[in-house]
C-alpha cells in the first residue's frame, strides 16, 4: 500500500490479513482475530461477523472485545437489511441512524457454506474518511470479504492431508503385518511399529483367549512375566476397552461418558501419563486390544482415528494367523474335545436332559395316533332369502330397520318419496277430465274423428293414472315375511336417489338356517365317510357346536383361494341367536393321526406334487 494511503490501514494489518488466509486454528480463534483485523483496517470504530443460521443471525465475534457498547451497532429492522446487503455484491450502507452521525456498513463475506451466509459489520465515526476513499472499496473490503472462504479451504486441505497421511501410515503398518507368516513375528511386528510411528514408550497387543483378554505382544520385549501385577492391570484395562466397545484415551476428554477406571489405575501404576486402547474389531465382535502408553504429549483425536483405521485393516489377518499358527492335529483335537465336551461332560446337564426329552416327543409324534380333524371355513346360509328392489327411480324418503332388526311379515320396512307421483296423478286426472270433456263436445258437435282422438287420448291418461297408482301403492317396501334384515343399512342415505332394480334391502328367514362350509380339494380325500364335526362361530369362539354333515358338492368351484368343494351342515343345538352371514371355523372328523404325519403330511404331498413319487 501507498505511504499517503496507510493513515488507518497500515501494511501490517494488511499482512496479517493474508497470514490469517492461512490461519489452521479453530472457528472461534479466527473470527476473532478475522473481526479485530478488520477493525483495524478498516479505521472503522466498532466491527462485528455474523452468521445465519436457520433464518436467524448470530454473533460470531465483536470488536474491541471489551467496553463495546452493543447498542451502538445497527438494531432497527436488521433482518431487512442483511438481507438487502447480501443480495448486493457492494453491500448496504446506512447513515443518519443516530444524532452522532455514524455510518453502518454492512457487507457479505464469502464462504464455503452457502447455507449459512455471513456478513461483516462496521460502525463509522463521524469523520467517515475511510468511506470515501477508492482503496477502501476497491482492495479493503474484497480484500476481507474473500478472507473467510480462503480459510476454510485451506482447513478442509489440512484435514485432508492429515486423513491422507493416517491412510499412509495404516497402510504401512498393513503391508508390515501381511509380511509375515505366523501370528507372534506379525503381533511383535506391529507393535514395534506403532511404538514407533506415534512415538510412544510402549504399545501393547492383547488378544480374547475366552473370556478375558491376554497380552500376546509387548513392543521392546519378546518374553514377559504374565504374573505380574502390572501386567495383569494392563489387561484390566483391555478389558475395560473390549467391554465398552470404543475407543479409550487418557486422560479422559471433557465430554467423554465412558468409564476410564482401570485405564486410571494402570497409569498411576506404570507412570504412563497418557494412554489410548482401541478394540480390534473382527466381523463386529472384538478379538483383541491395542494400547499405546507414552508419558506426553497426550493423545489427540486424530491419533485415535489413525490407530482405528489400523486396527480395522489388520484384525481379518491377525485372527487368520492366530487360527492357522496352531498345529493341525491340536486344531482338530479341539474342535473334537469341544463336541464330546457337550455331550459327555456333567456341563451340560440341561442340554442332554432336552435331546431326551426331544428324542421321547419324536417317538410319540411318530406312533401314538390322535382323532384328527380337517379345518375349514364356513358361513351361516338361509334357506330363503328376499332381495327388495327399488320400484321406480325415485329417492328414499324413511327407513325403518337397520341390518339385524328382526321384521313380520307385511311390515314397512323403506318407504319412496312419492310427491313427484302424487302430483304427476293429480296432472293425469286433470287431463283425464279434460280429455272425457273434449270428446263430449266432439259427439255433440258431431265431430266423429275429434271424438275418437279425444277418447284415445283418455285411454291413454287413463293407463298412465293406473300405472301412477300402481307405483303409489309400491312406495312403501314390506316385509314378504317373518325374518331378519341382513342387508341394507338406509338410514344413512335418506334422500339419496336410487334406480329402478337397486336392491336396497335382503331379509333372510329365521327358519332353515344351514352351515355352508368351504372345504378345500386338497382335504376332500380325508373326509372319507365321516358325517361329523363340530363349528366354532367368531362371535362365539368359547362354545363348541356339533354339525352333521348332509350334502357335499359333486364339484369343485374355483375361487381366490383355489379349488374348493362347498359342504352343507346342519347344526345339532338351538342357538336363538343365530344369524345369517356368521362366520366361524368348522372341524370335520377325519379318522385318526399320528402328530408327526400332521406336521409333515403337506410338506410330502409338495414334494409329491414337484418330483412324482
Known sequence: MEPDKMTERSAEELDRLRKLRLFAGAAPAFWAQFTEIALELTGAVQARSLVQLQGRWSLLATA???????????????????????????????????????????????????????????????????????????????LLADTPRLYQKNLAAIHLRQDVERMREALDLLAVVNSQRAFAPATMALVNEVSSRLQAERACLGWVKAPYVRVVAVSGTEKF?????????????????????????WPAPPDSTAVYRDHEMYANRSGSGCLLSVPIRDDGAVVGVLTVERRNPPFTETDGWGLRVLADQIAPRLHDLRHR???????????????????????????????????????????????????????????SLAHMPAPYDGFIATAGVRPGDVVEAGQALVSLDDRELSIERAETAAEIRRFHSQAEQAETEGALAELRVARAQRAQAEARLDLLDHRLKRSVIRSPFDGVVVQGELRERIGAPVSQGEVLLQVSELDGLYVEIKLSERDIDLLGDSRSGAVVFASRPDVQFPIRITKVSPAARADQDGNAFNIRAELEADAEWLRPGMSGVARIDAGKRTLAWRATHRIIDFIRMRLWF
Not at 467496553?67 to 450502507?93: I, K, M, P, V
Not at 505380574?228 to 489387561?235: F, K, R, V
Not at 463336541?339 to 406312533?367: D, E
Open 325 to 383: 499358527s496352531r498345529w493341525f492335529p491340536v486344531r482338530w483335537a479341539t474342535a473334537a474335545r469341544r463336541g464330546l465336551a457337550k455331550v459327555l461332560s456333567p456341563k451340560h446337564t440341561w442340554l442332554k436332559f432336552w435331546a431326551i426329552v426331544i428324542s421321547a416327543v419324536l417317538l410319540f409324534s411318530l406312533l401314538v395316533p390322535f382323532a384328527y380333524r380337517v379345518s375349514a371355513t364356513f358361513i351361516v346360509r338361509p334357506d
Open 225 to 249: 512375566e504374565r504374573k505380574m501385577q502390572i501386567l495383569q492391570e494392563l489387561e484390566a484395562a483391555m478389558e475395560e476397552c473390549r467391554d465398552q466397545d470404543e475407543e479409550l484415551t
Open 64 to 142: 474491541p472485545g471489551s467496553g463495546s457498547s452493543q447498542r451502538s451497532f445497527l438494531q432497527t429492522n436488521f433482518d431487512e437489511r442483511a438481507g438487502r446487503a447480501l443480495e448486493s455484491t457492494a453491500g448496504l450502507r446506512v447513515e443518519g441512524e443516530r444524532e452522532d452521525g455514524t455510518v453502518h456498513l454492512l457487507h457479505p463475506l464469502q464462504t464455503e457454506d452457502a447455507s449459512a451466509p455471513c456478513l461483516i459489520e462496521l460502525r463509522f465515526g463521524a469523520d467517515k474518511k475511510a468511506l470515501h476513499e477508492a482503496d477502501f472499496w476497491q482492495r479493503v473490503l474484497p
